[in-house]
Structures are given as structure tokens and as C-alpha cells.
């Protein structure tokens, strides 16, 4: 299943062009006033990899397949959203389930695109929507505690344990923060997880900037700006470049950004934040059949990782075959990195790295 990750922001930041952009499509309505995007637009998109178009040139395969990135719009959230105001909070039930936040804060000037709320202020425009997502969880939470009551007072021991987790997130939100600021376990973390608060989701802040602001963007100072921890995500973000990059092949869209004074798009910033964000990585599979980018979190074992193309090669996982990429790209594929002895049996207690090339072995 590919990755989730859900844009919000106030109305006429950007969203839904930057959406359109990185979804190479037009499928996101941009239109000069609020609440446009009326149903949530979902699209999929490709994780640049330039390894696994190495790794194709290398096996030419009959198909290649990309890891995946699945971007989620949501109409512009307003002041009372989470009461009902604007378009209200069905928008905040389509982004409960996804993996991360890109929250999309405008920081540019143009008379000519309305601001909901008068005028430019990224640092307000932040609050306001955080606002809104804390407003939400702590309803969402009002009713999850008042169950856990009744379950704690029967004596079940980790419902106590539960009931207590989850007021020490209600007193984080009641005071105003995140609840992914409480201070919690690993074991903890994965419970609060399950509740599917919008707050306790990773956010990466893309800051949508005037072209010529691009080249010279500082995410250090811009974490200031917008009253954000140095530990923050920040990227800055020109949802008109993304739009102009839309059309143009990859050697035009290189020479574009270079002639604007950055390297890579906002989409390629944006995935790696996100994978950064959330802790993944990704190994291969490779054969004339296919080459194949998947998605694994940092920390997976090889039968954690099998699990991830089918549960059935997780259940009867015996060993994982694994080259290095760097020595299977050095040496000339497969067979050579065999010959060299670089191709290693792994077992079940092996941690994946970045970039592996695996073949498993399991029997069903």
C-alpha cells in the first residue's frame, strides 16, 4: 500500500496547484476562491529514485516498477472548521487515516489570489489551521476517554494504563501543542497511533514562496518565522514553478531549476521529508520479469520486508538473498556480485538497509 500523505492549509495558499503539480494532472480544481476542492483529490505519485533507473538500465526488465507516494487534497480548513464552519470537519475525517501532513503554509504576496483572512501572516496561517486539528482531537479524544473510563473502572489493568496515556495527550492539547509533542514510549506511541489523531501525525511544513524567492529559500530562519521547533521539517516550495515543471521533460526541468538557482523540485524535497519524517526506506527486487522499489520502515528485519510484497512470504520466510546496491551496481549485476561473494544469505534476524537488492526464499 503506498504511503499517505495529506495536504491541508487555509484556502488560496497553493494546495491544490502544488497538488496538480506533483500529480502531473489537473485533477485538483485551482480556482481563485474558497473551498474549490470539494471533494478530497487523490493522487499517486512516483518516488524518484535515480537507482532504480539504474538498476533497470542495468537488468532491462520487462517492467519497472517505482515505490509510491499517494497525496491526499483536502479542501482549505477555515477558522470553526472543526465546528462546522467553512466546508466543516468532514474534511478532517478523509486525512484521519493518512501516514503524514503536508501542511501548506502561503508566503508569498499577489493581489490578485484573495487570502481568506486578509492578508499574509505564515506564522498566523499556521496557528490557525493547527487550531483547528487540535480543536478536532480533542473531540475525537473527549469520547475515546469516556469509554476507557468505564473500562478502567472494572479493574482491567491496561485500561487504566490506556485511560491515563491518553489524558497526558488530552493535557498536551488542552495547553495548546500537538499532541505528537507528548512525551511518550515507543510501545505508547503505537497505541496513541491507533487513535488516528490528526496531531499526532508527523508534518512536514512546505512553504509556498514567489518564484524568485526559491534560490535563496533558508528553512533555519523560516522555522523562526513560523514559531516552528528547530527539529520542525521546513521545505521551501513554488507551487507555480511545480506547475511550470508539469509540462517540460526531465533534462528541461533540470535546466529550469538550475537557471533558478536550486537543484531538485519541490516534489523531490517533499518525499524525502516525508520518508525522513517517517522513518522509511527502500530495498529492490530485481529479475527480467521486473525491477521494484518497495517500501519498508528503517529498522525492518528481512521477514518484515518479505512481508511487504506478501504476508505468505513473511509466514514461511526461510532466508533472504541480498546484494549491497552499491556492489551490485560496482560489479556488474547479479551473477558477477555472486561470483565475488557478495551475495550474502540472510536470515531472520537481519535489519534491511537502504537500498538492498533482495530475492526470498519461504515456503507457503
Not at 59 to 66: A, D, F, G, L, S
Not at 180 to 196: H, K, S, W
Not at 335 to 363: C, M, P, S, T
Amino acid at each position: 500500500m503506498a504511503l499517505q500523505i495529506g495536504i491541508i492549509g487555509l484556502p488560496n495558499v497553493g494546495k491544490s496547484t502544488l497538488f496538480n503539480a506533483l500529480t502531473r494532472s489537473k485533477g485538483a480544481e485551482a480556482a481563485n476562491y474558497p473551498f474549490c476542492t470539494i471533494e478530497p483529490n487523490v493522487g499517486i505519485v512516483e518516488v524518484p529514485d535515480a537507482r532504480l533507473r539504474t538498476l533497470a538500465q542495468m537488468v532491462k526488465p520487462e517492467k519497472v516498477i517505482p515505490a509510491a507516494i499517494e497525496f491526499v487534497d483536502i479542501a482549505g480548513l477555515v477558522k470553526g472548521a472543526s465546528k462546522g464552519e467553512g466546508l466543516g470537519n468532514a474534511f478532517l475525517s478523509h486525512i484521519r487515516e493518512v501516514d503524514a501532513l503536508c501542511h501548506v503554509v502561503r508566503h508569498f504576496e499577489d493581489g490578485t489570489i484573495i487570502h481568506v483572512e486578509g492578508n499574509t501572516d505564515p506564522r498566523r496561517d499556521r496557528e490557525i489551521v493547527e487550531a483547528e486539528l487540535i480543536i478536532a482531537d480533542l473531540d475525537a479524544l473527549e469520547k475515546r476517554l469516556d469509554k476507557l473510563a468505564g473500562a478502567a473502572r472494572t479493574g482491567d489493568k491496561e485500561k487504566q494504563k490506556e485511560l491515563a496515556l491518553f489524558e497526558r495527550v488530552q493535557q498536551t492539547l488542552l495547553s495548546g501543542r500537538l499532541a505528537i509533542t507528548t512525551d511518550t514510549t515507543p510501545d505508547e506511541a503505537v497505541i496513541i497511533r491507533g487513535a488516528q489523531l490528526l496531531t499526532f501525525k508527523p508534518i512536514i511544513y512546505a512553504v509556498n514562496v514567489a518564484e524568485n524567492d526559491l534560490g535563496n529559500f533558508d528553512a533555519a530562519p523560516m522555522r523562526t518565522a513560523l514559531g516552528l521547533s528547530p527539529e520542525a521539517k521546513v521545505i521551501g516550495v513554488s507551487a507555480k514553478i511545480e506547475e511550470d515543471l508539469r509540462d517540460l521533460s526531465p533534462e528541461e526541468a533540470s535546466g529550469f531549476l538550475k537557471d533558478l538557482g536550486v537543484t531538485d523540485s519541490g516534489l523531490d524535497r517533499l518525499i524525502r521529508a516525508a520518508y525522513e519524517a517517517l522513518g522509511y526506506q527502500t530495498y529492490f527486487t530485481a529479475g527480467p520479469k521486473e525491477v521494484r522499489a518497495w517500501t519498508i520502515l528503517k529498522g525492518a528485519t528481512a521477514p518484515n520486508a518479505a512481508g511487504v510484497i506478501h504476508s505468505d512470504f513473511e509466514k514461511g520466510f526461510i532466508r533472504a538473498e541480498t546484494i549491497a546496491y552499491e556492489d551490485y551496481v560496482r560489479l556488474g549485476g547479479e551473477q558477477k556480485a555472486k561470483e565475488a561473494g557478495k551475495l550474502r544469505q540472510e536470515g531472520k534476524e537481519y535489519i534491511v538497509k537502504d537500498g538492498d537488492i533482495l530475492h526470498f526464499k519461504f515456503n507457503v
